[in-house]
């Protein structure tokens, strides 16, 4: 048996960066584009078409709609105007030359042109979600929010991307599953939509994958994720205050969950996860339960390592970003944890770091892996039971 390892030493490098009260912050991205996204008029639409290798559908629209409905579609605008803004900063860093965006001239082009796709059929995404959204409502629509991405390198850029676009997969086969269940034989067209764009997205994470020189497929069913899970993993790209209408999205906003260690042995093994959850924990009537893949929910106990007290030193605030290479396992992590905010009162836990049995052999986990500490209450089957009973959530890993 190999030596386990943990993320301590990159840990320690992020913390370096981040030291202090005065964080090193990306650079904010907002809109509008100079197409005028997310309202582009009928010249830059048709422009846009062009670039993305396609129109919009010209099919008959959903007979109905229901609340339900409503609620997903304006999260999948949501959502896609952060891929379009990250995509818009990842295509000015490289065309601009910003330090760390240096691409080897044999690929750069095949690079640029493959994210000007991405990203027109992204825009093409958003405003497509964002049309049924103003159809549906008679004419009100989502507006975006000004983003900070945790990313400084092309490198990290294409990991960052992974995750984004496993997220958004997830999330749709979500929707498709809530939208047949809420509007039955009405769903077709919009379940037909959907499995188009899954697809796509697909195709996008498996790029990515392959630019990372691991294979573009990550397992034989993807991990499913969850509207709580997807809006609640936004906020920590979302500079806090600026978004116009966030909150026309009916949806809980789920307490943050910051991982900070993986510790595996050999592929053969099991392991750990550390987690810092931004409060107090009880594990004798709390779990952390972990999704991926075709597999039910696991859930298991955790062990509390240590809390800190309200108004002390946040160490989960110092966590950006984590990134490990353990043996033949590339392991991505990418969560904010907010800062502990003032207290001292008698008692008060600003946050708690607990260690939980990763299921990572047994159950043959790759690709995206969802986190939660939830409140133990019955039998999970899918990721939305997961998220239904989630105190602090979601927690991520890509395992490759
Ligand atoms: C673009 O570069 C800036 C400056 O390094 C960085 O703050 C930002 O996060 C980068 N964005 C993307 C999407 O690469
Ligand atoms: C459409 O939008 C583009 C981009 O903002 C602008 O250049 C163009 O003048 C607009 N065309 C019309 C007809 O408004
Ligand atoms: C693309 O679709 C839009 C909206 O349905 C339509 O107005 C436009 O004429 C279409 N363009 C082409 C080139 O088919
Ligand atoms: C939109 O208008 C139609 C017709 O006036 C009405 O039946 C429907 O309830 C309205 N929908 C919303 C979401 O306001
Ligand atoms: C799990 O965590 C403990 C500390 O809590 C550590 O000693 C151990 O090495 C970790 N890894 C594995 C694979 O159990």
């Known amino acids: 048996m190999r030596p386990t390892q943990s993320l301590s030493p990159v840990l320690a490098a992020v913390a370096v960066l981040l030291v202090g009260n005065q964080q090193v912050r990306a650079e904010p991205f907002s809109f509008p584009l100079a197409n005028g996204f997310p309202f582009p008029n009928q010249t830059a639409l048709e422009e846009l078409f062009t670039r993305a ?7 008959p629209l959903a007979p109905r709609f229901d609340d339900d409905s409503l609620t997903s579609w304006k999260l999948q605008a949501f959502n896609e105007f952060m891929e379009v803004a990250f995509f818009t900063q990842l295509i000015a860093n490289i ?3 910003v330090a760390g965006y240096e691409i080897d001239s044999s690929t750069r082009e095949y690079v640029l042109t493959s994210l000007e796709t991405i990203q027109a059929q992204e825009e093409m995404h958003a405003y497509n979600a964002n049309d049924a959204v103003r159809y549906f409502t008679n004419g009100s629509h989502m507006f975006p929010c000004t983003y900070q991405f945790p990313v400084s390198t092309f490198a990290e850029a294409v990991d960052f991307a992974q995750t984004l676009t496993d997220m958004y997969i997830g999330l749709l086969a979500n929707i498709q599953q809530r939208t047949a269940l809420h509007l039955g034989s009405d769903s077709n067209s919009i379940i037909y939509v959907l499995a188009q764009a899954l697809g796509q997205e697909g195709q996008q994470s498996g790029w990515f994958r392959s630019l990372r020189r691991i294979p573009p497929s990550a397992e034989p069913f993807l991990t499913t994720s969850t509207r709580e899970f997807a809006l609640g993993w936004m906020q920590h790209w979302i500079v806090p205050g600026s978004c116009p209408n966030m909150d026309a999205i009916p949806l809980r906003i789920l307490p943050p969950l910051t991982i900070t260690a993986v510790s595996i042995g050999d592929a053969s093994h099991s392991g750990n996860v550390t987690l810092v959850a931004p409060g107090a924990l009880d594990p004798d009537s709390q779990s952390v339960a ?4 075709a597999l039910v929910p696991t859930v298991v106990p955790f062990k509390v390592r ?9 160490r989960a605030a110092a966590t950006d970003r984590v990134t490990t290479t353990q043996h033949d396992q590339t392991v991505l992590a990418s969560g904010r944890a907010t800062s502990a905010g003032p207290g001292g009162s008698e008692g008060c836990i600003a946050s708690t770091e607990i260690t939980a049995d990763m299921p990572y052999a047994h159950n043959v986990m790759h690709g995206l892996v969802l986190m939660a500490v939830v409140e133990n209450s019955g039998e999970f089957i899918t990721a939305q039971d997961v998220a239904d009973a989630t105190l602090y959530g979601p927690a991520l890993l890509e395992w490759s």
Request: glycine share 26%; net charge negative.
């Open 53 to 59: 290798g396609g129109n919009f559908t010209n099919a």
């Open 95 to 97: 065309t601009n030359g």
């Open 290 to 293: 972990f999704v991926n893949g």
């Open 306 to 314: 240590q809390t800190s007290p309200c108004g002390g030193d946040d």
